[in-house]
């Protein structure tokens, strides 16, 4: 919308103040313009409401504000509430620090008031074994599992140990999966590569497979290990940099003496990841299958291979 008033200098120009007035324009002009005398059929219509465009944008936007009032806010779930409250809030592990240290004093208590019994591993492997035993759970080859918690701090105190991964290879190795593990066994003697693609790898050989590797022809991304004899030790620095972390040396302990055994460990090997905690920064956990229930009645079997898991992490 544009007005204004004008003020005549007795000559053919006049002076005038131009009012400019818009959503995103206010302001005022002086301008010195020719002066012409309009007749009242000639003034300009100047309008004080809005388009019929305009109108139509507001209403609808006041028609949407009275249903929004009219509208009940929704109920939330009780139940799920106190769930979210208690994973964003509540902390992940279990410290015991609220519950009595006394034991209880008679047969029949609320346990979440006392401390929790502990148990052997023996003792513990028993009782999932009543437990999951055909007469009463009917599923005997489950899988058993070690829970490890994981303490993530450093010397500095804002700063926290990243999640880590490995392979734990056990003495008592055991089927947890249907999918076969690829695996690429590097050595130069030719024996032994025969004897390597028996123990379970997919590729074995010396020179060959890693010139294959560097062009291309050998994707070792598609391959969950690459083991290595001592012998080819010397050509192995070449493939850091396609390999990266899963350069075989002697740190991460796939360069051996016996590459037929190792093949045959990480393939029956089992991985497993560490997870930490977004509320608590200091506090990770690594959850590894020791075993099935049914095997090895006296867990004898379950016991080693639980330290051994220990060992690794």
């Known amino acids: 919308d544009v007005g204004g008033c004008v003020f005549a200098d007795g000559g053919n120009f006049c002076n005038a103040l131009v009012f400019v007035s818009a959503p995103s324009l206010r302001t005022m002009v002086r301008a010195h313009v020719p002066c012409m005398m309009l007749t009242m059929e000639e003034t300009a219509q100047v309008r004080h409401y809005a388009t019929q465009r305009h109108q139509k944008l507001i209403l609808a936007a006041q028609k949407r504000n009275r249903q929004r009032k009219l509208e009940k806010p929704p109920e939330k779930d009780k139940l799920a509430w106190m769930k979210s409250r208690k994973l964003l809030i509540g902390p992940r592990r279990e410290t015991y ?72 290879l056990y003495n008592h190795p055991f089927s947890i999966t249907k999918r076969e593990k690829r695996i690429i066994a590097l050595c130069k003697n030719t024996d032994l590569a025969t004897e390597a693609l028996a123990a379970g790898a997919e590729v074995a050989g ?39 972390t899963k350069l075989p040396t002697l740190t991460n302990g796939k360069v051996t003496n016996n590459l037929p055994g190792l093949v045959q460990d990480y393939f029956n090997g089992v991985d497993f990841a560490s997870k930490s905690d977004q509320q608590e920064l200091d506090y990770g956990f690594v959850e590894v299958p020791v075993g099935k229930v049914s095997s090895m009645g006296v867990g004898i079997s379950k016991i080693s291979n639980m330290n051994g898991t220990i060992v690794v992490i």
Do not use: C, W
């Not at 929790?116 to 028993?126: E, L, R, W």
């Open 206 to 244: 010396g020179t060959a497979v890693i010139k294959r590797i560097l062009t291309g022809e050998l994707d070792a991304k598609l391959f969950d290990y690459i083991l290595a004899h001592v012998d080819i030790v010397q050509d192995l620095p070449q493939l850091r940099g396609l390999l990266k």
């Open 97 to 168: 620090e609220d519950r009595l240290k006394e034991p209880p004093i008679d047969d029949v208590f609320f346990t979440d008031k006392y401390m929790p019994n502990v148990y052997s591993a023996a003792d513990a492997i028993a009782m999932h074994r009543e437990t999951h035993h055909p007469t009463v759970l009917n599923d005997p080859d489950a899988l058993l599992y070690a829970f490890v918690e994981l303490s993530l701090k450093t010397k500095k105190k804002t700063k926290f140990r990243e999640d880590f991964s490995g392979t734990v």
